[in-house]
């Protein structure tokens, strides 16, 4: 998997240069100042925006878990099809559940992540996606003896821990395409440990403007 991941960047980052280099052959048979000032090739222009929006309930015999999210993000026409960014997501969630008092507790979090991302648009309603996320999650702790228990403290409150960590995001997606459009994108963490039970895979829906 690291050399597959290896080969995805290094064609992306060909691709990438290939790319600037024929959109510096082109610019330069334009005024450069013209291109930058004027009303097609300014600053605010180039920009585009997104995100996207969650929205989740699910419940078992030991816990009834609510979240609900968003992540915004803008991006910057370097040349017409290469962009960059920031990207943050917003994550609330409630849980509740029996704590190891034997009573009923609820626990709430806000978990967050902020991005730089990279496209790269190699076809009209397709498009190269890498990113790099700092992330950070709380969660409340449970005993080791039964998961399905939320630990308590001498408070009477749920023990929670906070968990920071970095992500790589290498993957493609689709945009329906026009002013408006809607997007799904398919990422792969190249973060995630091998021996770790969790899914590399990262699904997302959103909506752009301008893209």
């Known amino acids: 998997m690291k050399k597959f991941t290896f ?12 790319n600037i280099s024929n959109a510096d052959a082109q610019r330069k048979r334009r005024s450069s100042n013209d291109e930058y000032f004027d009303e097609s090739g300014g600053f605010v222009h180039r920009l585009w925006y997104g995100g996207g929006f969650n929205l989740g309930f699910s419940g078992n015999n030991a816990f009834n878990i609510f979240n609900i999210g968003i992540s915004p ?3 910057y026409k370097i040349i017409d099809n290469v962009s ?22 609820t626990s709430q979090q806000l978990n ?16 190269a996606h890498l990113e790099f996320e700092y992330e950070s999650n709380k969660a409340p702790n ?8 939320l630990a308590i403290d001498r408070n009477g409150d749920v023990i929670t821990t906070r968990q920071n960590r970095e992500n790589f995001y290498i993957g493609a997606g689709y945009t ?3 002013i408006f459009a809607y ?7 190249t973060s995630v440990p091998d021996d770790s039970f969790e899914s590399p895979f990262d699904y997302r829906f959103g909506f752009t403007y301008n893209f």
């Open 73 to 75: 993000m803008v991006g």
């Open 183 to 189: 997007e799904i994108l398919i990422l792969y963490n």
């Open 112 to 127: 967050y992540g902020l991005s730089a991302f990279s496209r790269f648009k190699f076809l009209e309603n397709f498009f």
């Open 84 to 105: 960059i960014g920031p990207r943050v997501n917003l994550q609330y969630v409630h849980i509740k559940g029996q704590g190891s008092d034997g009573g009923i507790h």
């Open 176 to 178: 329906s395409g026009g």
């Open 142 to 149: 449970v005993l080791a003896s039964n998961p399905n228990i």
């Open 7 to 18: 080969y995805c960047s290094l064609i992306l980052a060909l691709a990438f240069f290939i």
